[in-house]
Every structure is written in structure tokens, then in C-alpha cells.
């Protein structure tokens, strides 16, 4: 049996409130960071959603972890009831879209450094079979929903690209 | 002489004259009757986890036995926190004749807590300073700087350094970080027109803590003015904003904004 250390992650979270007039209306501003206290990693965050999904990679390496000296299949399957408890990630990844559109390159990065950090850790078979299963309650509006806010992104991205190369050309 | 005068000196004369003060800021250590306590003295780990979990806990009444167990070790007997209480006591205490109640432990049952009333322990009395420091600043504010500094001149790093993965020691690490980036905040903006240089050197003790602390921009920014040196503070902006947008993807709040567009005014 694994030792509780092992199977444990903590997590300290921080909010810090700013309330500020702009424009003559209250606005409200929220900063964040959480650690992760058995390997000291952070993150800052302004959406709780990021730091929701800082929490869902520790979990799912700390799984993964667990089950490194398992089968291949057995590993797969503990990863799936474990993620099927995560039902947060629902609604992780709409918000997530949402946020690419309003900062594509921010978000860009930060999909592209957890999905290399995903593929590395899990590898590629898993990987491939977890993202499918996380959608696997959709119905056929959410993916139709889902198809055109990616349009939508890779329209964004390909203006922002044009922008970085402008930028870089002068 | 006012309340908070002797309750500055009572804390003072406390922090010098206790037979037993331990240090958990920056490092551990114990001293006892002013001398450092050896490492080798403790011979086993589980007796200073102990002592520190203790140390964490010292607010909170006292702590029945086996949710100290259960904080500290995955496995534990009876033994094990018996052997550790003894290691405790026997330290502090090395002369205590056998079946004395333990002077600087406090046992209730089976319930354990720190004797605050005999034992100074740095995180315990940079709480109190600050504490007077907020009560004074409205009535006298000399009290309150020097209780702040007080506060302050006691942080000498983060708490428990070397027990930063133990999940029982984050709540007082956070408690104490959020206490000393709020102290030295205000007692750069009480210390800004007096003596902008020493606000600077503040504000930049915060930022080492939390390069985001967007407050210790603002006051750079107008400690850099108050001496006549625009460029700087305008560079202090740049800084602020470069590090709020690469950290949070945020920009500055309309008061720091509105604190550049002054200072872009001055000729």
C-alpha cells in the first residue's frame, strides 16, 4: 500500500480583493495564487479556472504516480474514474475557449505548456483516450458549440500571429 | 508612560529574559537560558516535528493527542508520541526532577499545548508588535513605527524554512507572509515623507516577498518623486505593469495608472 504522504496533495490558495471605481462604476478585481505544498510549485491567477486546473494536473500526476507500476489498461482505468470525479472539467473547458478568445496568446501558451507537460507524464496512448472520455456527456449542440468557438479561435490566433510577425518585422 | 509603551517594553523584556526562545523565521532554532540548544541535543527528528507542530498549533487550544499524531505521522503509536513529548520536555527542561509536571509543555488530559506565558517564540511576538503597531497608528504613530520595526526586524525569512513540503506548517507560513508584506506597507506610507528613501527600501523588502504587490510600486513610485527622480518612478511603473501582466495577464489598477499620468505631468 502506498504511504498517506504519497496520496496526498495540499494545496494553499490566496485571494486578494481590489475594489476600484473606473469610469465612475465599482469594479471588483480578484489575484490569486495557489501552491502546491509536497513539490512548492505556483501559479498566480486572475480566473479561479486556471487555478482549478493547476490542481487538476497535480491530482492526475499524483494518480498517475500511484499507478506507474500498473498496467498499462489498469492505469487507464483508475485515470478514468478518477478524471469522471473531476466533473469540474466540464465546465473548465468552455471557460477555457472563453479565455483564449479574449487572450489567445496567453492562453495559447499556457495550453501548449500543459499538454506538453500532459503528454510527457502520461503518455501519448492515455493521453489520446483521457481527452476523448472527458467529453464522452456532450451532447451534439455542445460539440457543435465547441467546433465553431475553436473556428472562432483559430481565426484569433492567425490574427494574432499576423500581429507577432508585425511586430517582429519592425 | 502610555498602554502600548509598556507593552512594547513588557515584550522586549519578555524576548530577553525567557528561559526558553525559539526562532522559526528564517531558520529553527532553540535557545535555552540564552544558549543555542545543539542539534545533536534533539536526537531524533520526530521530537523537534513535534515541537514545531506545537509551535504551529500554539493559538489553537490544546490539541488532543491523537490529531497531533494524525497531522504529524501516516504510522504512529502510542510510543512514538511518548518518546517525542520526553524528548521535548527533556530538552527544555534537562534538571526537571521526575514526576514534576513539565514546565513549558502543557498537558490537559491528553491534550498537549505550548506555554505561551513562559516560552517567546518569534512568530508569537512579531504578531504582538504587530498588533500594537495597528492599534497606536491613529493615536501615535512614533509607537507604531517602532512597533512595526519591531515586527519586522524579526522576520528573518519564511517560517520553518526546511518544512516547506509539511502540509501543517503552510497556514502559519501564509498567516506570517501576508502579516509582513501588510507591515511593511504601511509603514512605508507612514514613513513616505519623512523619509522616501527608507519607504523605498521597504517596499522593496515587500516585493522580494511578492514581486506583485502592486502596492509597494505605488509607494516606490511616490517615494522616487518625493526626491525628484521621475525617470525612476516611471520606470518602478513599467516594472509593475511588465510583472501584473506577465504573472496575471492583468494591467495595473486605475490608481496606479492614474499615479503615472501625474507624475507624466510634472515638468
Redesign the interface.
Known amino acids: 500500500m502506498k504511504k498517506k504522504q504519497e496520496q496526498t496533495a495540499s494545496f494553499m490558495v490566496r485571494f486578494n480583493q481590489q475594489i476600484f471605481e473606473e469610469n465612475g462604476e465599482s469594479k471588483i478585481q480578484w489575484k490569486g495564487k495557489i501552491s502546491h505544498v509536497q513539490n512548492g510549485d505556483e501559479k498566480r491567477f486572475s480566473d479561479f479556472n486556471d487555478a482549478l486546473t493547476f490542481m487538476q494536473i497535480r491530482l492526475g500526476e499524483l494518480t498517475e504516480e500511484a499507478t506507474k507500476h500498473q498496467t498499462s489498461e489498469e492505469q487507464e482505468s483508475i485515470i478514468n474514474k478518477s478524471l469522471s470525479m473531476w466533473k469540474t472539467i466540464k465546465d473548465v473547458g468552455p471557460k477555457v475557449i472563453r479565455d483564449t478568445l479574449k487572450d489567445p496568446k496567453k492562453q495559447f501558451t499556457n495550453l501548449q505548456g500543459e499538454i506538453q507537460g500532459k503528454i510527457m507524464t502520461i503518455g501519448e496512448e492515455i493521453s489520446e483516450k483521457v481527452q476523448i472520455d472527458q467529453w464522452r456527456n456532450a451532447s451534439r449542440s455542445d460539440f457543435n458549440t465547441i467546433q465553431k468557438q475553436i473556428e472562432m479561435l483559430s481565426s484569433e490566433i492567425k490574427k494574432v500571429a499576423t500581429k507577432i510577425d508585425s511586430i517582429k518585422n519592425n | 508612560m502610555s498602554d502600548f509603551h509598556q507593552q512594547l517594553l513588557e515584550l522586549q523584556t519578555f524576548q530577553e529574559n525567557a528561559q526558553i526562545r525559539i526562532e522559526t523565521l528564517g531558520n529553527f532554532g532553540v535557545w535555552r537560558n540564552q544558549q543555542k540548544i545543539e542539534a545533536k541535543e534533539w536526537t531524533r527528528d520526530k521530537t523537534i516535528q513535534l515541537l514545531q507542530y506545537l509551535v504551529s498549533n500554539r493559538q489553537r487550544n490544546a490539541l488532543h493527542k491523537e490529531k497531533i499524531m494524525d497531522g504529524l505521522w501516516?504510522d504512529w503509536n502510542d510510543r512514538d508520541f511518548k518518546v517525542a513529548l520526553h524528548g521535548i520536555n527533556k530538552v527544555l527542561e534537562p534538571e526537571r526532577p521526575s514526576r514534576t509536571e513539565a514546565m513549558f509543555t502543557i498537558r490537559q488530559g491528553v491534550s498537549y499545548q505550548i506555554n505561551l506565558d513562559k516560552v517567546w517564540i518569534d512568530v508569537e511576538a512579531l504578531e504582538k508588535y504587530i498588533i500594537i503597531g495597528n492599534e497606536a497608528l491613529i493615536l501615535d504613530k512614533a509607537i507604531s513605527k517602532k512597533a512595526y520595526k519591531a515586527a519586522l526586524n524579526l522576520y528573518k525569512g519564511s517560517y520553518l524554512p526546511n518544512r516547506?513540503?509539511?502540509?501543517w506548517t503552510?497556514?502559519e507560513r501564509?498567516k506570517v507572509q501576508?502579516l509582513v508584506l501588510g507591515t511593511y506597507i504601511t509603514l512605508a506610507e507612514i514613513t513616505l515623507k519623512e523619509n522616501p528613501l527608507e519607504s523605498i527600501r521597504l517596499a522593496q523588502n515587500a516585493l522580494a516577498i511578492d514581486a506583485?504587490w502592486?502596492d509597494a510600486y505605488r509607494i516606490q513610485m511616490q517615494a522616487y518623486i518625493l526626491k525628484g527622480n521621475r525617470p525612476q518612478a516611471i520606470k518602478t511603473y513599467m516594472k509593475c505593469e511588465v510583472i501584473l501582466e506577465e504573472?496575471?495577464?492583468?494591467a495595473p489598477?486605475?490608481?496606479t495608472k492614474k499615479l503615472l499620468k501625474e507624475i507624466e505631468e510634472i515638468h
Open positions: 501516516e516547506v513540503y509539511e502540509d503552510s497556514e501564509e501576508l506583485t502592486e504573472e496575471y495577464g492583468i489598477l486605475p490608481e
